[in-house]
């Protein structure tokens, strides 16, 4: 059975500077985005849902595991990827959810998580123990992560036997690991994750797993999260310096198996992506980045239809979007500090793109598809593009895009994935080669 993954980090190892980017978002036209950029690249899609967005309980998406599965599928199948080329993965499973309740009380229900995320045929799972539950010592310390992740690693085997599915899931471990839906504070300088520090997080990972008698998984842990220093907050970006990972890099040098996954990469330049990947870390996980374009994209189709249409017509979506902001602050307010004025600035716009999580909502919704039907309705004046969307513009004229709400959007996503296909190179162009391959890969 061919496993894109393992393929993809074994081209690697063998000396390839390859890799895959990770889309990590549950909105449908980023993964519409998505799905069309692997159809141009060739090769396959990873997408990876986190335990904020889709646990067993539905998370903030109100997606269940088995749910959002079905609707990457169902997308992929509409645009004609075939889903023997859609890999899934669970991002930060673990007690993340329940870390205000006793330990456990949570690890049991970070066990149904993960077991509901293997059930549903989940090929990458991320083991993520790092946080402290209620009672716990603070931080909890490698020993007592390794532990617990050895325990929803058992539950991930099993679970995986009994579907059929024994040998074919892939695990990602690691105790630096960012805060799942981004970083709380202004950032000042980062500092990579010490060698010696990572070295002892396999070591304690490694004699947790043996253990509970789970020595024979140890080659399908194919990813280490280490910090390399790079991350985004509201209002800057820490980019990538490889001068400052040389010692962290060697860690790698007696792991026939392992890359590093780099958390928190959006915003980073081509180059400095293309640097990661050459420097071991071979999966690109990207989030907020996609939906801070996704925004861009709808708030100039928005500047363009307030020039269009007279002012009682318009979708006014911005101000739809920050008037429920306002009024449900729940999913920014404890992340955007600052004046009345400064918080509405980084409510729409901040890096941080806490607006991601209300793009669900009915009125939001309804003000989305409003836009659409307008702009759709009128032919939209080149000029107007050219303003708003000056990349798109430039496809329009060279005949590769039409100039329509929906297509224009899309390609602005496309354009923020288009820099991680680059600079992973194998992602957009490695093929199953033969028949046999394609049919014996598992979704």
């Known amino acids: 059975m061919v496993n894109h993954l393992r393929e993809t980090i074994r081209r690697h190892k063998a000396g390839a500077a390859e890799g895959v980017y990770s889309v990590c978002s549950a909105h449908p036209l980023v993964l519409e985005a998505a799905i069309r950029q692997t159809l141009a690249d060739g090769g396959y899609l990873l997408v990876e849902a986190t335990s904020n967005q889709v646990d067993q309980f539905g998370g903030y998406t109100g997606m269940t595991p088995p749910e959002f599965r079905d609707l990457v599928l169902r997308l992929a199948d509409r645009h004609g990827l075939d889903r023997w080329r859609v890999v ?5 499973l673990g007690p993340n959810r329940w870390r205000d309740r006793p330990a456990e009380e949570a690890l049991a229900l970070a066990e149904e998580l993960v077991a509901a995320y293997v059930s549903a045929g989940y090929t990458k799972i991320h083991l993520d123990c790092s946080m402290a539950c209620a009672g ?26 009994r579907a059929g599915a024994a040998d074919s899931v892939c695990y990602v471990i690691g105790t630096e690991v960012p805060v799942p839906g981004g970083a709380h504070e202004t950032l000042g300088r980062l500092t990579a994750t010490p060698a010696s520090a990572a070295r002892h997080t396999l070591e304690r990972h490694r004699e947790a797993f043996s253990a509970l008698g789970l020595d024979s998984v140890w080659p399908r842990v194919v990813a280490l999260v280490v910090q390399p220093a790079v991350e985004f907050d509201h209002l800057q970006v820490i980019d990538y310096d490889r001068s400052g990972t040389r010692e962290l890099r060697t860690v790698l040098e007696d792991e026939p198996h392992l890359v590093f996954e780099a958390h928190s990469t959006d915003y980073q330049t081509a180059a400095h992506l293309t640097e990661l990947v050459e420097d071991h870390w071979a999966i690109l996980k990207v989030g907020p980045g996609l939906t801070f374009a996704l925004r861009e994209a709808l708030f100039a189709l928005a500047r363009i239809e307030a020039e269009l249409l007279p002012a009682d017509e318009c979708s006014d979506l911005a101000e739809v979007v920050d008037e429920v902001m306002v009024a449900r602050p729940g999913y920014w307010e404890g992340y955007y500090p600052g004046s009345p004025a400064e918080q509405k600035i980084a409510r729409s716009y901040s890096y941080s793109d806490r607006l991601r999580y209300y793009w669900a909502d009915a009125e939001v919704e309804a003000a989305v598809q409003r836009l659409f039907a307008n702009l759709a309705a009128i032919e939209i004046p080149l000029p107007l593009v050219s303003q708003f969307l000056p990349e798109q513009y430039s496809r329009v004229r060279r005949g590769e895009l039409t100039a329509t709400p929906h297509e224009l959007a899309i390609d602005r996503v496309r354009d923020a994935l288009r820099t991680y296909s680059a600079a992973t190179t194998a992602a957009g162009r490695a093929a199953i080669e033969t028949t046999e391959d394609r049919e014996a890969v598992h979704v």
Do not use: I, N, Q
């Open 88 to 92: 899934l993965g669970g991002d930060h």
């Open 136 to 161: 716990d010592p603070e931080p909890p310390g490698d020993e007592l992560v390794a532990a617990r992740a050895a325990r929803l690693l058992r539950v991930a085997e099993e679970t995986a036997s």
